[in-house]
C-alpha cells in the first residue's frame, strides 16, 4: 500500500497550489479520502475529506471557501486544491485512505502517506 503526496512547495500568500495524492496497492475507488496538516510545534488537523464516489466532502472552517478536495477514481488519485493561501497554512500535508465514511478523525483513516510541505510565505 502507498500514497504518495506531491505538489508542495512555496508559494506567496494569496496564491495557490494543488497537491496530489497518488494510491497504489488498495481498492482507491472504496476508500474515502482525507487530507491533514500538521504545523510545525502543533497537532495534526483535518483539512478537507471526500466520500469513495466523491459526492460528499467536508472542510475545516479554517479552509471552507478556499480549498477544494477532489479525486479521480480512474487515476487512483486525489487532490486539493489551495486556493487565497495564508501563512497559517504553512505545514505538512498528509493524505490518508479510509475504509469506511469520510471522517474528519485522523484516527479513522488506514492508511497515510509521508506528506508534503507547503510553505506560504512572501
Known amino acids: 500500500v502507498q500514497l504518495v503526496e506531491s505538489g508542495g512547495g512555496l508559494v506567496q500568500p494569496g496564491g495557490s497550489l494543488r497537491l496530489s495524492c497518488a494510491a497504489s496497492?488498495?481498492?482507491?475507488?472504496?476508500?474515502?479520502m482525507g487530507w491533514f496538516r500538521q504545523a510545525p510545534g502543533k497537532e495534526r488537523e483535518f483539512v478537507a475529506a471526500?466520500?469513495?464516489?466523491?459526492?460528499?466532502?467536508y472542510y475545516a472552517d479554517s479552509v471552507k471557501g478556499r480549498f477544494t478536495i477532489s479525486r479521480d477514481n480512474a487515476k487512483n488519485t486525489a487532490y486539493l486544491q489551495m486556493n487565497r493561501v495564508k501563512p497559517e497554512d504553512t505545514a505538512v500535508y498528509f493524505c490518508?485512505?479510509?475504509?469506511?465514511?469520510?471522517?474528519?478523525?485522523?484516527?479513522?483513516?488506514?492508511?497515510w502517506g509521508q506528506g508534503t510541505q507547503v510553505t506560504v510565505s512572501s
Open positions: 496497492g488498495f481498492t482507491f475507488s472504496s476508500y474515502a
Open positions: 471526500i466520500s469513495w464516489s466523491g459526492s460528499n466532502t
Open positions: 490518508a485512505a479510509d475504509f469506511g465514511p469520510a471522517s474528519p478523525f485522523g484516527g479513522s483513516y488506514d492508511y
